[in-house]
């Protein structure tokens, strides 16, 4: 299997090589839960977790009539419900010794349609990914014009290079040293902790209600090298003007809006 800094380093150039080789052959250079506040049309679940990470916490109250073990975990996980609308900030961050660097996304999701704007900054985002039905649309900040190009399976979790419940799925079973209720800064989750490979080890916490991942750790050797906190997680409807091309085109014609039994 491989190592999970190299499935890092490998998502993460594979998205670095979609926009920027598109960019040169065009010749163009270009973040726990403190409040539940439930509004007439969205849920937003704001997290901050700090520099230092998040806050884990036991999960008692969090706990179903299941109780979720390192053999049964995947099942579980499995059987969570990604909502068909929504949206989250999320902060990844590489560390390298004393050194570190971090890239901020904005995910807006509807159906189909996954757009990730990116940046080097909390609020400044240059670099957007719209993605559709084995399409990605690409474009930077101040441009009217954008490049398109088939990306097959490739999807919007890959280009921000991060983990999700299909990856704890897919784990093989002798690396999942445990998995428990939690809390991850007051959001109820299950954590996973893993060995995949031979000196690093994974702490992956899945949000129960959303089924979305909120916080991640990797470890090599005991030093932390990769860490991915969402930031906030918005339930609801995503308004169409979300997903507009730069050149004015609508890829999405109506707002798209929760059923009443994915908004409770």
Same mark, same amino acid.
């Given at each position: 299997m491989k190592k999970w800094r190299f499935r890092l380093v490998v998502a993460a150039l594979t998205a670095i090589l *979609?926009?920027?080789?598109?960019?040169?052959?065009?010749?163009?250079s270009d973040r726990m839960v403190e409040n539940l506040i439930t509004l007439p049309e969205t849920e937003l679940v704001d997290i901050d977790p700090g520099s230092t990470g998040a806050?884990?916490? #036991?999960?008692?109250? #969090?706990?179903?009539?299941?109780? *979720?073990?390192?053999?049964?975990?995947?099942?579980m996980i499995a059987a969570l419900d990604r909502p068909e609308n929504f949206s989250l900030k999320m902060t990844t961050e590489l560390f390298y010794g004393d050194e570190s660097s971090a890239s901020y996304h904005v995910l807006y999701h509807s159906g189909t349609l996954s757009l990730v704007e990116t940046?080097?900054?909390?609020?400044v985002f240059d670099r957007y990914a719209l993605y559709s039905s084995g399409t990605a649309y690409l474009w930077n900040k101040g441009e009217n014009s954008y490049r398109s190009v088939p990306v097959?399976?490739? =999807?919007?979790?890959?280009?921000?290079? *991060?983990?999700?419940?299909? =990856?704890? /799925?897919?784990?093989?079973?002798?690396? /999942?040293?445990s998995a428990e209720y939690v809390t991850v800064n007051g959001l109820g989750c299950i954590g *996973?902790?893993?060995?995949?490979?031979?000196?690093?080890?994974?702490?992956?916490?899945?949000?129960?209600?959303y089924g979305l991942l909120v916080y991640c750790e990797s470890y090599y050797d005991g030093e932390l090298i990769y860490r991915c906190n969402a930031n906030s997680i918005s339930i609801g409807s995503v308004s169409s003007e979300i997903f507009v091309l730069p050149d004015g085109t609508s890829?999405?014609?109506? =707002?798209t809006r929760l059923t009443e039994s994915e908004a409770e």
């Open positions: *979609v926009v920027f080789v598109i960019l040169i052959i065009n010749k163009k806050i884990i916490g #036991h999960g008692d109250e #969090h706990q179903s009539a299941v109780t *979720v073990t390192a053999d049964n975990v995947c099942q940046g080097q900054s909390e609020t097959g399976s490739f =999807t919007y979790d890959d280009s921000l290079s *991060v983990p999700t419940y299909e =990856t704890v /799925i897919a784990l093989p079973e002798d690396s /999942i040293l *996973v902790t893993s060995v995949p490979d031979d000196g690093y080890e994974d702490r992956l916490y899945i949000s129960t209600k890829m999405l014609s109506s =707002t």
